[in-house]
């Protein structure tokens, strides 16, 4: 049971596309929503994170999305440069929760 | 800058082998996680630790066990390893959350585990 859904599961874009990573999730409790980057031979990084009470944060050329009534939020990155291939993970947790449920990832090719 | 290490980057074990994996943190952090990592399933936690000497299951704790003697290190133990075992390990660091602000967790790079 994946309490947080993600997709693609992979994703090639052109450099200065824009990539779109979607996720889901169940549990109405969550209230805290990172997203993390993986390099190859690296653990994930936290790349960007949105709380419920703001539609849209944004950071250079990530930004993030979020509808609480659809229990949705995205990734976006802009103008998407070759450095950006990685792999995404979104991620939910509770309001003092200790603990960050993943979504299973998304992997990006961003081509020159 | 913050660290989070790991003892091993790849380690091949044979099936019914007890498996040791090291992780150290030096950030002072009270909480430490290990997590599996596999295609299209993402992260998964396995055991969480909150304080020294405590532990708490995560969503997939079968067949593995953890040890946090100090605060700066978590073991996690594969008491007879399977073929099914095989996977990215990850560790991972963080302050202990106490209200509803936001947090980080730092990882390490992962130890490739190959059982045969």
């Known amino acids: 049971q994946q309490q947080v859904k993600q997709s693609p599961q992979s994703l090639i874009v052109q450099k200065g596309g824009i990539s779109i990573i979607n996720c889901a999730y169940e549990n109405t409790a969550f209230d805290y929503f990172p997203w993390y980057q993986q390099f190859p031979g690296k653990g994930p990084a936290l790349l960007i994170a949105i709380r419920p009470d703001v539609s849209e944060k944004k950071e250079g050329r990530f930004t993030i999305s979020f509808n609480k009534s659809a229990k949705q939020f995205s990734l976006h990155i802009m103008d998407s440069q070759p450095g950006d291939s990685a792999t995404y993970f979104c991620?939910?947790?509770?309001?003092?929760?200790?603990?960050?449920?993943f979504g299973g990832g998304t992997r990006v090719l961003v081509k020159p | 800058d913050v660290k989070v290490t790991q003892s091993s980057r790849y380690l091949v074990k044979r099936t019914g082998e007890k498996v040791f994996l090291e992780c150290v943190q030096d950030m002072d952090h009270e909480n430490m996680f290990w997590y599996r990592q596999d295609p299209g399933l993402g992260l998964r936690l396995i055991y969480f630790s909150y304080d020294v000497k405590m532990k708490e299951k995560g969503d997939i704790p079968e067949g593995y066990s953890v040890s946090r003697e100090k605060k700066e290190r978590f073991s996690l133990i594969l008491e007879s390893a399977s073929t099914n075992q095989t996977s990215m390990y990850l560790c991972a660091s963080s302050l202990r959350k106490r209200d509803s602000s936001t947090y980080e967790q730092y990882f390490g790079p992962g130890t490739r585990l190959t059982v045969t």
């Open positions: 991620a939910a947790s509770r309001a003092a929760g200790n603990k960050l449920t």
